[in-house]
């Protein structure tokens, strides 16, 4: 697992549009490289031999927000909540618990830079994967339609980067989403 660097990028457009052009949620390379440009340091592939074969991207953005599926970024938000936009791993290698060590690879990267809480919109039924991985649903925010009929908004606290403990304190809660970007 490393950080994701100019030469990934091909890899990297070409796993999101295996996994979501069927769903029409793909994205294309502008949009992906703008997210991954507003956090490079929460943003990772995973090799196997010398072909990358899953990738996370993952930002700053204020909680019960979202990016713009129809979009670039352009904005660079200042909150201690993290948007986990994207993971995703080839077809070929899924069942082999590479998401989850990802996934575990990034919540304590989360933790260790202070991040409070992790958001994601759970698309194309992958909400039961999320749930399981510790994520809460916010059945309340509705995402916009270009995420899909089932998308799902979904949340959690993170461990805290020393003890690895939840503080119940940074629990995400509903509140207006401008209290996040405070501080």
């Not at 010398?50 to 904005?75: C, H, I, Q, S, W």
């Not at 992790?118 to 925010?141: C, K, M, P, Q």
């Not at 270009?146 to 461990?159: E, F, H, I, L």
Request: hydrophobic fraction near 40%; charged fraction near 25%.
């Amino acid at each position: 697992m490393r950080h994701i660097c100019d030469d990934d990028w091909d890899a990297v457009v070409a796993l999101e549009a295996a996994a979501y052009t069927d769903g029409g949620l793909s994205e294309g390379r502008a949009a992906l490289q703008s997210r991954a440009g507003a956090s490079p340091a929460t943003c990772f592939v995973l090799d196997h031999g010398n072909r990358t074969v899953g990738y996370l991207l993952a930002l700053p953005y204020p909680m019960f927000e979202f990016p713009d599926l129809d979009r670039a970024e352009d904005l660079v938000f200042h909150s201690r909540n993290l948007h986990l936009h994207d993971l995703v791993i080839a077809e070929e290698f899924r069942g082999r618990g590479l998401a989850g060590t990802l996934l575990r690879h990034f919540t304590a990267t989360a933790g260790a830079k202070g991040y409070e809480a992790i958001s994601l919109i759970a698309v194309l039924g992958s909400d039961t994967f999320w749930a399981a991985n510790g994520y809460r649903a916010h059945r309340e925010v509705t995402p916009p339609e270009s995420y899909g009929a089932d998308a799902v908004y979904m949340s959690r606290a993170v461990p805290d980067g020393r003890t690895g403990r939840t503080n119940p304190a940074h629990a995400p809660s509903r509140r207006a989403p401008l209290e996040d970007e405070v501080g």
